[in-house]
């Protein structure tokens, strides 16, 4: 097999990694009909080949930082992370902080 065929291998099995990995925590947060929305672009209610490659293309080139074709390890913990910081975002916007003692910490204060 030669060097780009598996480089091509290599990028299919990243964003398949990160797609999965996306898409569990976004199920696992009850945001199913969110992640369908997204990668259902013509609203029928299914995904298509077509439109499943269009979202795996866009999230690939979201974590190819530097744009040449191919997700580094960095590049692939630095899109990790800011999917993860994203959600996060997303999640106190909509439920309100979970720093109830506004300590900068998220647990919950010791009970009086």
């Known amino acids: 097999m030669n060097p780009q065929m598996k480089s091509r291998m290599l990028s299919g099995v990243v964003v398949a990694m990160v797609i999965g990995l996306a898409a569990a ?3 696992a947060h ?5 992640m369908m ?5 013509n609203h029928d ?5 077509a439109e499943h490659a269009a979202y795996a293309q866009s999230m690939f080139d979201k ?3 530097n744009h040449d ?3 580094s390890k960095l590049e692939m913990d630095a899109g990790m992370k800011a999917m ?6 997303d999640e106190a916007a909509e439920h309100g902080s979970m720093d109830h003692d506004h300590d900068a ?8």
């Open 25 to 27: 925590s976004t199920f």
């Open 30 to 34: 009850d945001k199913g009909a969110d």
């Open 37 to 41: 929305a997204k990668i259902d672009t």
């Open 45 to 49: 209610g299914n995904i298509s080949a």
């Open 63 to 65: 974590m190819d930082a």
């Open 69 to 71: 074709g191919m997700v």
């Open 84 to 89: 993860h910081d994203d959600r996060m975002h």
């Open 105 to 112: 910490d998220d647990t919950m204060p010791p009970k009086k």
